[in-house]
């Protein structure tokens, strides 16, 4: 048999990714369901996009890789947690069923939230319109569920009337009553089975923007025509094509008047994660001093939320576009082949 196809020639280990991929892979496809409903979306995505590049492995990895999962299993204690039906039943017995319900409501608080997990893979736009026609309260409760990320790209979703009162509403919410639980798992299921109809979300001026950047003339010209036809899609086409790599692309006067434009702090917020070539481009294009000060304002500064970053990225374009239309820079949209 062939190697497995994600392992590098050099390196005969597989990697713990690698080992969980070759162990799903070996259980069936119910059993490695199970497993696979258990994992967060990211780990989820991790270890299937391993799983779908195997084409083949040698006996002796998948033989290791399943002795390292049974050494790993016995190692593991023989005890293990009661479950909510068997603890359901004793507390039964000892405190009575309302009581008994009570303990378990608290123990088991986020019972709703392995379903609640298998809604990361909806779109927010999709989740906000199916809770727009439920009351406030009942969709501060939904979010207060949902992993945080979603929950706030569902709240930018909802229409902005309703955000602040559904925000209010979810800091108040300290206990959540049973009848409400039970409302609550009913809109969930019924997400659940609609999950599957759900629109899928398209960036079509983003995606002209990308074909446009790579057709190889008369783009001016084809702009132009789009215009006449229909200028507020030309726009939205125009503000994903001045996305922030494209500074990477000007000349080195462009890039001193822009850095002119922009205080150091705000640079180093924005260069934040950028790609080597976007910052390289920079730092050459500032005296050996500035760019060694502006090093030195990026360790500084520290890890910064991605927010922040975008929202840097964004102001700093809304001033390179203004100094493009002052006629003070021209802008190289394009990447352009280049002849010596």
Not at 30 to 46: D, G, I, K, M, T
């Amino acid at each position: 048999m062939s190697e497995l196809n994600s392992l590098p020639a050099q390196r005969s280990e597989p990697t713990p990714l690698e080992r969980a991929a070759i162990v799903l892979l070996s259980m069936g496809e119910e059993p490695a369901a199970a497993v696979l409903r258990c994992l967060s979306r990211q780990e989820l995505l991790e270890v299937t996009q391993v799983m779908s590049r195997i084409s083949g492995i040698k006996v002796e990895a998948v033989r290791a890789s399943l002795q390292r999962f049974f050494d790993d299993y016995r190692d593991q204690s023989g005890v293990h947690g009661a479950s909510r039906t068997y603890l359901k039943r004793s507390l039964d017995l000892a405190l009575g069923a309302n009581v008994a319900d009570t303990v378990l409501d608290t123990i088991y608080g986020d019972a709703i939230r392995p379903k609640m997990a298998r809604l990361q893979w909806a779109s927010p736009k999709w989740l906000a319109e199916r809770i727009s026609h439920e009351h406030v309260r009942m969709q501060s409760v939904f979010l207060a569920f949902l992993p945080p990320e979603l929950a706030g790209e569902v709240v930018l979703a909802l229409p902005e009337e309703r955000r602040e009162q559904v925000l209010l509403m979810m800091a108040r919410i300290r206990d959540v009553d049973r009848e409400l639980l039970v409302e609550l798992d009913e809109l969930v299921e019924q997400c659940l089975e609609s999950l599957g109809l759900q629109s899928t979300s398209v960036a079509g001026a983003r995606q002209v923007a990308n074909i446009l950047h790579r057709l190889p003339a008369n783009r001016t010209k084809l702009l132009e025509h789009l215009r006449t036809q229909d200028a507020d899609a030309l726009d939205e086409i125009e503000r994903n094509m001045y996305d922030f790599f494209m500074l990477s692309r000007q000349s080195e006067a462009v890039l001193i008047r822009i850095l002119d434009e922009v205080p150091m702090e705000e640079w180093a917020v924005a260069l934040k994660g950028a790609e080597p070539a976007l910052r390289d481009a920079f730092l050459q294009a500032m005296p050996r001093r500035q760019a060694q000060s502006f090093e030195e304002t990026m360790r500084r500064v520290g890890p910064v939320p991605r927010s922040r970053v975008e929202q840097a990225r964004q102001d700093i374009m809304k001033r390179v576009r203004a100094l493009r239309d002052a006629g003070e820079i021209e802008l190289q949209i394009f990447a352009e082949a280049v002849v010596e």
